[in-house]
């Protein structure tokens, strides 16, 4: 059951987080017949929105709550389909929540924080030898966007970066499952001289506005109000400015470059080198072959549904579409494949609605090719070969094509051994071992981005 969404969640894993309130990340672990399992909550800015939990440990991602309560200091969260429960008091002083978890027969005690409970070996190391700075900035819906700069203390930086997540709500630690990538890719930047500005995505963290409805094109103009900010800052001296982009931040960042002519290099970072929708295939088939018994029915739905997606630009006519696909499917699937969604007719409106979106459907409409054939300046691609979100093969030799047909002369693709989707070493490309794995970003990959910025 978990198999028919790990695509989507790979692709656009979300978070948010918020000191001294009640919502954002929150960490914590069971402890039974001497196993553990590990859990993360997502607790909602708005109120009204979903929270969401992850059981890394028994491969569960995303898993829609059906109970949200927040009074006063008191929480209460419940899944129907899964028999859990979790209540408890948020204390303001230590930001923890002191809870009892109940799932099934099991009850426990248990502590809510906003560290992981797995081992993390990649920090940032005290006193840093750089400046950091919080700031703000605006794009041209007048949109406030709260974020860092990082610079090095000797005024003197020639070359500065703006980092773009991925896919989903990201803080400007761009946190996943525990770990932040992007404040250690700007901390060894930074390190090297080059400023980093990073930010949080709109209407997460300290970035006002809303996340939903938005669109790839959207959250370009934000980049844009980064770069107006960092064409304006006087603390360090800037030469030249390029982007930084991860998964669909790399659809963003060709798209920004191919549109202005002040970004002089761009690093893409697992990032599609096609057509979403040709890449999202190629990613598909990767995902459910490790489900062999029902490979050819989940493939077949799956392949029918982001064509749709792809060529339909009427909302209504896609949806109806989409509905008799996911109707037939649903009622194929075995009892437990969909009571962890509340029953057939709420599995089939959730997958409409995430289907139908704005974003989404933008987003399988969208071909990078059309905006990297326009670039002329220096690009780096790299992905790993653990990567099933973006399988390195298929995407940086689609990004190698569409430049070297269009006569770019100043770009480099390098395919990483043993690196997962989110730039970490790793022998697999599961998922749920991104929580448990203690590396949050390449030492190589790190090295090797510094060392091409530095030499441009």
């Given at each position: 059951?978990i ?6 969640i790979?692709t ?6 918020f000191?001294q ?6 960490y ?6 001497g196993?553990e399992?590990h ?5 909602p800015?708005q109120?009204?929105?979903?929270a969401?939990?992850?059981l890394?440990s ?9 109970s949200?309560?927040?009074q006063?200091q008191?929480?209460y969260?419940?899944h129907k389909?899964?028999n ?6 948020y204390?303001?002083?230590?930001d ?5 978890l ?7 005690s248990i ?5 992981p409970?797995?081992e993390?070996i ?8 750089y400046?950091?700075?919080e ?6 819906d ?7 700069i990082t ?8 070359k500065?970066v ?6 989903g709500p ?14 250690i ?5 930074t ?11 709109r ?5 006002e ?14 980049v ?11 603390k360090?001296?800037?030469?030249s400015?390029?982007?930084i ?5 790399g ?10 002519k ?14 979403n929708?040709e890449s ?7 995902l ?6 029902t ?5 077949e739905?799956?392949k029918s ?7 339909i630009?009427k ?11 996911f109707r037939?499917y ?6 437990e ?9 709420s599995?089939?409106n959730?997958?409409?609605?995430a289907?139908t979106?704005e974003w989404y459907h933008y987003?399988l409409?969208?071909?990078v ?19 099933i979100?973006v399988?390195?093969d ?5 990004i ?6 269009s006569?770019?002369?100043s770009f480099?693709?390098?395919?990483l051994r043993?690196?997962?989707?989110f ?5 697999d490309?599961?998922i ?9 970003f ?5 090295g090797l981005?510094a060392?091409?910025i530095?030499t441009?």
């Amino acid at each position: 059951m978990i198999r028919i969404l790990l695509l989507v969640i790979i692709t656009f894993y979300f978070q948010n987080a918020f000191s001294q309130e009640p919502t954002g990340k929150w960490y914590f672990k069971t402890h039974s017949n001497g196993s553990e399992k590990h859990y993360i909550l997502d607790l909602p800015k708005q109120k009204e929105s979903s929270a969401y939990l992850d059981l890394p440990s028994d491969k569960i991602f995303r898993l829609e709550l059906d109970s949200i309560i927040f009074q006063d200091q008191e929480i209460y969260l419940a899944h129907k389909g899964m028999n859990l429960a979790i209540t408890g008091i948020y204390t303001h002083n230590t930001d923890q929540i002191h809870a009892v978890l109940k799932r099934d027969t099991f009850q426990d005690s248990i502590i809510l924080s906003r560290n992981p409970a797995a081992e993390r070996i990649q920090t940032i190391k005290k006193p840093i030898p750089y400046r950091s700075e919080e700031i703000s900035f605006y794009n041209s819906d007048h949109t406030k966007l709260t974020g860092t700069i990082t610079y090095p203390i000797e005024n003197n930086s020639q070359k500065a970066v703006i980092l773009i997540s991925g896919s989903g709500p990201q803080n400007r630690d761009s946190e996943i499952l525990g770990h932040k990538p992007f404040k250690i890719l700007a901390d060894h930047l930074t390190r090297k001289g080059i400023t980093v500005l990073r930010y949080d995505d709109r209407g997460y963290a300290k970035s006002e506005g809303k996340f939903r409805p938005a669109t790839t094109e959207d959250y370009a103009d934000d980049v844009i109000g980064a770069i107006n900010f960092l064409k304006k800052y006087d603390k360090v001296s800037i030469g030249s400015i390029g982007l930084i982009g991860h998964s669909e931040g790399g659809n963003i960042a060709p798209m920004v470059a191919a549109n202005r002519k002040d970004i002089e290099f761009i690093v893409l970072l697992a990032a599609p080198g096609t057509s979403n929708y040709e890449s999202y295939l190629v990613s598909l088939d990767l995902l459910l072959k490790d489900y062999p018994e029902t490979y050819d029915r989940d493939f077949e739905l799956y392949k029918s549904v982001y064509k749709d997606m792809s060529e339909i630009s009427k909302k209504e006519i896609l949806k109806d579409s989409l509905t008799s696909k996911f109707r037939r499917y649903a009622n194929v699937l075995d009892e437990e494949e969909v009571s962890m969604y509340g029953g057939i007719d709420s599995f089939v409106n959730g997958q409409i609605e995430a289907h139908t979106s704005e974003w989404y459907h933008y987003y399988l409409q969208f071909d990078v090719t059309k905006y990297l054939e326009q670039l002329k300046i220096p690009i780096l691609a790299l992905n790993g070969d653990r990567d099933i979100s973006v399988e390195a093969d298929f995407n940086l030799n689609g990004i190698e094509r569409t430049l070297n047909r269009s006569g770019n002369k100043s770009f480099k693709t390098i395919k990483l051994r043993d690196v997962n989707h989110f730039f970490q070493s790793s022998e697999d490309d599961k998922i749920e071992n991104v929580y448990f794995n203690k590396e949050t970003f390449s030492k190589e990959a790190l090295g090797l981005i510094a060392e091409w910025i530095q030499t441009l």
